[in-house]
């Protein structure tokens, strides 16, 4: 009897299958990571456009942040769930989490209420983002940066090793109404988002 070596097992490829986002995944108040009565409160908005610049109806938009003093601890267990059903009524409306889930609307629209977040010394503060859409074999992370901190992003490691026009991509801008910022996100073309490669 000889032996024989074999070749090692390749890693098999992802496939796209879905999107399901529509089921268990989105929850009532997944965009109201803001409390109940905070005047501070902010809303962060925007759109999610393919390749083509059509909205995507069915994306499904994930924000993880720092707390206004920079702390990343989050507040567990501010869902509810209905104790006869078991499904989800939402948050507690109370303790402030960090973490949001939006799903896109018809028009490829999200949105969500929000603190905004402190940062340590040297960084700019800013919203983590992460992206799940149809089409993509692995979802898609990126930042959202706040146009008011203009000094910090100078020195955010960041934004810092970006060029100028590609920086443009991770900065929200202010709308007309008080306490708004609209953060687009572009999955191709020439205004693609900045998109980041976590190892």
């Known amino acids: 009897m000889t032996s024989t070596s074999r070749s090692p097992f390749q890693p098999t490829p992802s496939h796209t299958v879905g999107p399901f986002y529509g089921y268990a995944l989105p929850f009532p108040g997944g965009g109201d990571l803001a409390p109940v009565g905070r005047a501070d409160a902010v809303t962060v908005h925007g759109h999610v ?6 909205p995507i109806p069915d994306a ?3 924000l993880w942040q720092a707390d206004p003093g920079g702390g990343l601890s989050g507040a567990p267990g501010s869902m509810r769930r209905d ?3 078991g499904g989800h009524l939402g948050r507690n409306g ?5 973490f949001a889930r939006i799903p896109t609307d018809a028009d490829g629209h999200w949105a969500a209420r929000t603190l905004l977040p402190g940062a340590p010394s040297g ?3 800013y919203i983590s983002v992460c992206l799940f ?3 993509l074999l692995h979802h898609l992370f990126t930042r959202l940066y706040f146009p008011e901190h203009t000094e910090a992003h100078a020195s955010d490691p960041l934004l810092a090793s ?7 991509t991770l900065v929200a801008t202010a ?10 996100i572009r999955l191709q073309d020439g205004k693609e988002t900045v998109f980041l490669d976590f190892h």
Do not use: I, N, W
Request: proline share 8%.
């Open 49 to 54: 456009y393919d390749g083509a610049g059509e």
């Open 60 to 62: 499904l938009v994930e």
């Open 83 to 85: 104790p006869v059903t």
């Open 94 to 98: 109370v303790d402030f989490t960090g």
């Open 123 to 125: 960084h700019a503060p």
């Open 133 to 135: 859409a149809r089409g």
């Open 162 to 168: 970006l060029d100028p026009a590609r920086r443009e």
């Open 175 to 184: 709308d007309d109404a008080a306490g708004s910022y609209r953060f687009d």
